[in-house]
């Protein structure tokens, strides 16, 4: 009888167990479910191919009479950034000789930060358009006998963001440390309602990720949430998340891409101590999360690429600076 008893409690034990683990298992799937009904917001990138120089319907930004600068030979060999393509583009447009320029393949080509920074320090290219460089960038450069030379051409402002039905619409530059910190963990402590805080960062060597890290300074910053995604070779590798937009995310980025990423209006900008991002407070200082992006170089360039420095600096390539979206530096 004993034998039945026992074997009894075994049998309820293990239909127990088998009922809790589909209920993990199903709660699991509609976790999921619900996880992947959460739109990821991506940063809007530049389609090119609508700012390609000299091509008849560009987009990019032009004057209506001849630049003051014409280069036809020893043409400097530039890249960038990818929202800053329209602006360097526009350099090329008016300065450059008429032809078509491959952003893949030629003397005008149109990368990430980071393999823009690559390029400089390898000395495929002579000058970058980008925000400036990580301190990991700084210390490959040195490691290889190279020093930039940063020429600030154009402001910019550093964003943060968070879903449109958040109730905070302000936060202090302190609280941003705490967040990214990891002091702070929960949005009680901002604002009162109790929600923990899902931060997302960008990938290391970006330019948004390098102006997070000159903010935090000296603090360490928490570790970024991951996806995994599988390479070509079929291995499960860890990647920078994308800013998916839950109800308690913050995430960031720089005007130029943010704005187009308000426009659904899934998402909001943060004030920064109680002053909004916009170009007037960029070009007027208060944003406190202002910042210039440049021209960099080598310390030793060629003469058509200091020319070409020097024209940017000029009445007329600042012009198109502006007139492509951006905050002049002068």
Not at 191 to 198: A, E, L, W
């Amino acid at each position: 009888m004993s034998w039945i008893l026992s074997n009894g409690k075994l049998f309820l034990i293990c239909i127990g167990l088998s009922f809790l683990s589909c209920i993990g298992i199903t709660g699991r799937f509609y976790y999921d479910k619900y996880v992947d009904t959460i739109p990821v917001i991506k940063e809007v990138k530049v389609d090119i191919t609508e700012y390609s120089p000299f091509l008849k319907d560009s987009k990019v930004a032009k004057f209506n009479y001849e630049s003051s600068l014409k280069l036809s030979e020893d043409l400097p060999k530039i890249d960038g950034a990818t929202a800053l393509y329209p602006m360097y583009s526009s350099f090329v447009n008016a300065t450059y000789p008429e032809k078509i320029y491959d952003p893949e393949n030629s003397e005008v080509l149109c990368s990430t930060t980071s393999k823009a920074y690559e390029n400089l320090i390898n000395g495929k290219v002579d000058v970058i358009f980008c925000a400036e460089p990580s301190k990991k960038q700084i210390d490959v450069a040195l490691t290889n006998g190279i020093h930039f030379k940063m020429t600030p051409i154009g402001k910019e402002a550093f964003v943060f963001f968070v879903n449109s039905k958040n109730k905070v619409k302000n936060i202090s530059s302190n609280n941003i440390k705490n967040i990214y910190s990891g002091r702070i963990k929960n949005w009680f402590a901002i604002s009162g309602s109790f929600s923990s805080i899902k931060v997302f960062q960008r990938p290391e060597n970006s330019g948004s990720q390098t102006m997070l890290e000159k903010i935090i300074g000296d603090e360490k910053i928490i570790e970024p949430l991951k996806n995994d995604v599988i390479d070509g070779m079929g291995e499960i590798i860890k990647h920078t998340a994308d800013y998916k937009n839950y109800k308690n995310a913050i995430g960031y980025s720089f005007l130029y891409y943010s704005t187009q990423m308000v426009q659904n209006g899934s998402i909001k900008l943060l004030s920064i101590d109680n002053v909004y991002p916009s170009k007037d407070t960029i070009k007027d200082g208060t944003y406190p999360y202002s910042s210039s992006f440049y021209a960099i170089t080598r310390s030793e360039t060629t003469e058509n690429t200091k020319k070409l420095i020097d024209w940017i600096l000029s009445k007329e390539g600042q012009f198109l600076v502006k007139k492509t979206g951006y905050v002049p530096i002068k």
